[in-house]
């Protein structure tokens, strides 16, 4: 026990983290997984231009990072066409998710979300008290008009929405979003999370006014760029509510690697055009093993795949606990129906050829125990 007291907020929570990484598990398996498919990282990696610039800036590293992520910032607004001021950078999609929730949420406030989505912003408002309200998935996408009812419903101050969606890699289309935008409540912000919108076929991005108050968006290096370790991020969004963040956040938060990286990531557009046609081409795959098998996939607007496994959440955690028990880290919906999917990250040839030789005996010995 510390020798200060808790508040009671966090007194009350269970200790509890979103995610077990791979590397806790490989821990407890005493090995490291042979694929690493789980957690929707880019197996394909940043631009090798990206690698230089981040190891040019390795031996700057004894500087901290530039607080108002200036060049980033810059290259960012030209590449969206969009004033600076109307961009913040954080240390991922996460952590800018905690800023907002910090800004807007204190305990006893309604949030809106749908039941199985991106956990850690569930997280992040357990974290300030926040009320979640959560609405389920309709057809394996989140339904932002019952969202948005709902929040009017409850007094909302925060909806959350990710298009494409985690963990099913749905999408809905940009025309239905923008249509959707005058249902949300007064006093109620929206959060629409596109941490995936690069894979994405193009009638999925709506066209929102960046002065529009009531919607915030955020993106990330993450995913498409391939450098979720370098922790990079961004929230666009009207500039009063971009300059909130500057209240609460974390100025020195970014490393100045990472900032270097990102900036060379966003120039390489011929690699980041690689990755996209890689990712498909691994799409494609994962859906032919899943055919192979008799199963159906999901189609996916992301850089993963959800395998239908054709029973209940019980079977679909029993095929996963063989996959992962053969050396490929991979994980599923928390949530039923959802939770009948396995959900694989595209990995490169050799990544997913790993995982076909673990599947079919993962199925079988899954529907033998259940026989
Ligand atoms: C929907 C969604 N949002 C955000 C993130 C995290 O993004 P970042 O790495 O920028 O924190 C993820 C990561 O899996 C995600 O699936």
Not at 21 to 46: D, H, I, K, S, Y
Not at 326 to 354: E, H, K, N, T, Y
């Amino acid at each position: 026990m510390p020798s200060a007291k808790y508040t009671d907020l966090v007194e009350k929570l269970p200790a509890s983290v979103p995610f077990v990484g791979p590397e806790a598990q490989e821990r407890t398996r005493g090995g490291e997984f042979a694929a690493r498919l789980g957690a929707n990282e880019n197996v394909f990696g940043p631009s090798p231009k990206a690698i230089k610039a981040m190891s040019d800036a390795a031996s700057g590293v004894w500087m901290y990072g530039d607080p108002e992520s200036h060049d980033l910032r810059h290259a960012l607004a030209q590449h969206h066409g969009i004033p600076t001021e109307n961009i913040m950078i954080g240390e991922g999609i996460d952590a800018l998710l905690g800023y907002l929730v910090r800004m807007f949420i204190t305990q006893g406030d309604k949030v809106v979300t749908s039941a199985g989505a991106y956990p850690t912003f569930n997280y992040h408002v357990d974290g300030f008290g926040g009320d979640l309200v959560k609405i389920p998935y309709h057809n394996d996408h989140e339904d932002l008009p019952a969202l948005l009812a709902k929040a009017k419903e409850v007094g909302a101050k925060l909806v959350y929405f990710a298009n494409p969606d985690n963990p099913m890699g749905t999408t809905s289309k940009g025309t239905d979003i923008e249509a959707a935008l005058d249902d949300i409540p007064d006093g109620c912000l929206l959060i629409l999370d596109e941490a995936y919108v690069e894979f994405a076929p193009f009638d999925a991005c709506p066209n929102i006014p960046i002065e529009q108050e009531n919607v915030i968006r955020m993106r990330t290096f993450s995913k498409a760029y391939g450098m979720a370790g370098a922790r990079v991020g961004y929230a666009m969004a009207e500039a009063d509510l971009i300059t909130g963040f500057n209240k609460i956040r974390n100025h020195f938060g970014m490393c100045r690697i990472s900032q270097a990286g990102a900036l060379a990531a966003l120039a390489d557009t011929d690699y980041l055009n690689q990755t996209i046609e890689n990712i498909d081409q691994a799409r494609i795959r994962i859906a032919e093993i899943a055919k192979n098998h008799g199963l159906n996939s999901l189609p996916s607007a992301t850089n993963f795949v959800a395998i239908d496994c054709g029973e209940d959440g019980d079977f679909a955690r029993a095929v996963l606990t063989e996959v992962v028990a053969a050396g490929v880290f991979v994980r599923m919906p928390f949530v039923a129906p959802q939770d009948r999917c396995i959900r694989i990250s595209c990995g490169r040839p050799q990544d997913l050829d790993i995982f076909e030789k673990a599947f079919g005996p993962a199925l079988a010995l899954a529907r033998r125990k259940r026989a």
